[in-house]
Structures are given as structure tokens and as C-alpha cells.
């Protein structure tokens, strides 16, 4: 691993999601102030859902300025919006159903499309978002990630050549759990996130986190985050951080690798 990062640990899945959400409404802030607007692109799993329904509670719901708040996916399951595994769905009914951001600022990935044919909209919407020209990749002010038992974040799983993507913005795969088809952004979008923030909660991923901090060799999806010059957060609970080691307190610590 490379690049700045830094590793707070909260005492539990609580105060972790309590800390994210201040993380997103400070960021959105600061993003609003530097240039207008916030870009962020989030996740889907179990983790981040209690973050995203105390975005929509007082006092942070009507502290968010939604009205400059723009929301995108970092991955998608191919499955309708109804669909309990659907990431927007779910995140319709966590907070976006609940706060005032405008319909048109939101930009959920087309998971009711053919995957492939998914993918190349999905891209050509983030092109004229952002007004790319070739060649050129799109910078969210934040990206929210999770990370898999295996080592995947977003919907790139180990093995698999989206790993690998250098080109494309978007890409169809299968996997995960559950194993379906699914649309996510490359790393090369990922990475170039002004601010990534990992989210990762629960005893089952301390076992991963370990190998994560400490073989540098695995090259698993996860360790392939690199914040570039930017900085890279890992907000974990308590749980998940109790294979690593030192102080499991609230604290700060910057890793350089
Ligand atoms: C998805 C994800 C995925 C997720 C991790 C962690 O849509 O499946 O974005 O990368 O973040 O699998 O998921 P949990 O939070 O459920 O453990």
C-alpha cells in the first residue's frame, strides 16, 4: 500500500456509522466551499445502512446541504430496484426517499440493464457529469467502500480481471454474495477520489484487515486503494480492528507504506 491513509477506530458499529456520517456531511461542506458542489459515490452491502439512515435523522438530515449533494454507485447488483438486494433500493429506503435531495442528483447505476450494455451507460453518464474528454477519469470529492471476507471492495473480487481494468470506468462481472451479475467502477476511478473512506465493521473482517495491513504481497482488490496524493480512511469498529495492532481507542494514526 501506498499514499497517505490514516485508521480510526470507533468503539462500535454505532459510533462508526455516527463518525462516517459526520465524515460526509464535513466533506460535502468543504467540497461545496472548494468548488459548488459534492460528488460522492457510495456503497451498497450491510455496513453502510445504518450510516445512511442517520443521514436522513435530525439534526444531520436538514444539516446536509442536499441541494449540492450529487450521488452515484460504486458498484450495483443486476437485480430490479425492488429487489432486497438492490443497493439503491436499499438506499431509497435508508435516506434518499427521506432527505431533500433532488431526484436529478442522484445517479443510480442502471442494474435493470443487460450488464454489459449497463456498464457503457453508466460510464457515458459519468462522462457527461464530469464533461470528460478521452482519456480523462472522474473525481468524487468522496468514495464510501466495504470490504468483503475475501478481500473485494466494490465488485471487484480477487482473481477477476476487473481488477486489472486500466480503460474503462465501468465494468460488468459476476460474483460475490449474492453471486449475481453486478456493475462496478474500476480502480482507476476509485483511486482517484479526492477522499476514500473504507468502512468496515464486525469481527468476521478482522482476520482479512490483518492480511491487509500486514502482507504486502497478497494483492487482494482492497490493497490494490490507493488514495494517490490524496488521503485514504479506514473507519473500523472495534471488532474489526482487534487483529491489528496497537491502541483500539478512538485514535488517529497515519501508516505510511
Ligand atoms: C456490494 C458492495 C461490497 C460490500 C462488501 C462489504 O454491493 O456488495 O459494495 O463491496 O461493500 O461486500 O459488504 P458488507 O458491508 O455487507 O459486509
Redo the contacts with the bound molecule.
Sequence with gaps: MTGNQRIIVKENAVMLSQKAMTLFNQTAKESIDRHGRFVVAI???????RMYRMLAEEPCGSAIPWDKTYIF?????CVPENDP?S?YGAAKKDFLNRVSVPEAQVYPMPGELPPKQGAQTYQKALIDFFHLEDGRFPIFDLIF?????DG?????FPGHRTVDEKERMVVAVKG???DVN?L?LTLPVLNRARQIVF????K??AATLKTVFEDDQTRLPVQKIHALDKELTWLLDREAASLLPGDRNDHRRSLLG
Design positions: 456503497s451498497g452491502g450491510a455496513t453502510p445502512r454507485w460504486v458498484d450495483e447488483r438486494d443497493n467502500l466495504g470490504m468483503g471476507t473485494h471492495t466494490a465488485s471487484l460475490g454474495d449474492p453486478r462496478t468502512l468496515i465493521s464486525g468476521e473482517k
